[in-house]
Every structure is written in C-alpha cells, then in structure tokens.
C-alpha cells in the first residue's frame, strides 16, 4: 500500500525544507541571560528575503540583519507567514524599540532611531522574556559584518 500526500502538502514540506536550508551562517546571540541562535542577513539579497516563505521557527532561533552602517530602517511582512517581533539595534549593540509584525502585512515597521542591527524573533519573543529598549545584546561583534 502507497501513502500519497497532496500535493499541496508535499509543496510546503519541500519549501520549508529548501528555505530551512538556506545555509546563512549563525550566531549564538544573549539578552539578559536568554540565548538564541541567529542566521545573519548581511547582503542586500539575504537582508530582502529575510524569513520570507518560512512557516515556522525553531524555539529561541531568528534572524540578524546586519546592515554597512547605521540608519533609520523599516521592515515590512509581504510573504512572511510566521508573526514576528523586531528589534532594532543600536552600534553598542543596544535596543532601539521592539515592534510587533502581522504576518503578510505590508505595513512598514521602522526603527526609532540609527539601527546598525535589526533581530526577528516569533511574536512575543522579547516580552515573554522582559527585554526592552535600552537592553544589551551579547555577541553581535561575531556576527559576519555586512558585505554591501
């Protein structure tokens, strides 16, 4: 007997698959003694993407984008399926503000300050966990620089 998947289901299985894979380097990022695990966004291609086509995230995993030099970014969520939390990051590695993001939305999300840095966690990530702005994030100086 043959177990047949729709097809929609065997689509979303091997996009999931391929996005998982993408095969950005990480870094093991602490905030307030939480750890997480980061892929880095540090190319214009990597950092348009994003978790784009993602329908899910393992506990405690998110993504940096590390942009050449700091300025007023925004984000927005066409194609991103999980809700997230952003927080924008000063150069001494502090949190600007944290914003909360509706899956695919295209309702900019900026930061309220020069971000060298921005981290997507799940929704709710950084409230579950205390962190707000002001606080120290530990590791950004081993996260790869940007390289446009």
């Given at each position: 007997?043959?177990?047949?998947?729709?097809?929609?289901?065997?689509?979303?299985?091997?996009?999931?698959?391929?996005?998982?894979?993408?095969?950005?380097?990480?870094?093991?990022?602490?905030?307030?003694?939480?750890?997480?695990?980061?892929?880095?966004?540090?190319?214009?291609?990597?950092?348009?993407?994003?978790?784009?086509?993602?329908?899910?995230?393992?506990?405690?995993?998110?993504?940096?984008?590390?942009?050449?030099?700091?300025?007023?970014?925004?984000?927005?969520?066409?194609?991103?399926?999980?809700?997230?939390?952003?927080?924008?990051?000063?150069?001494?590695?502090?949190?600007?503000?944290?914003?909360?993001?509706?899956?695919?939305?295209?309702?900019t999300h900026p930061s309220r300050?020069?971000?060298?840095?921005?981290?997507?966690?799940?929704?709710?990530?950084?409230?579950?966990?205390?962190?707000?702005p002001g606080t120290r994030i530990?590791?950004?100086?081993?996260a790869a620089r940007a390289a446009?």
């Amino acid at each position: 007997m043959t177990t047949r998947f729709p097809a929609a289901l065997t689509f979303i299985a091997l996009f999931a698959t391929a996005a998982d894979a993408a095969g950005l380097p990480t870094v093991e990022l602490s905030i307030k003694g939480h750890r997480l695990v980061a892929e880095v966004a540090a190319t214009e291609a990597t950092r348009s993407t994003g978790l784009m086509n993602r329908f899910s995230l393992q506990p405690d995993h998110g993504m940096l984008f590390v942009f050449k030099e700091p300025r007023p970014q925004a984000f927005w969520m066409k194609n991103t399926y999980v809700p997230l939390s952003i927080a924008f990051i000063d150069g001494d590695g502090l949190i600007i503000n944290i914003e909360d993001m509706a899956p695919l939305t295209e309702n900019t999300h900026p930061s309220r300050g020069r971000a060298l840095y921005a981290l997507e966690m799940k929704k709710g990530w950084f409230a579950d966990r205390n962190i707000t702005p002001g606080t120290r994030i530990e590791g950004l100086a081993k996260a790869a620089r940007a390289a446009e």
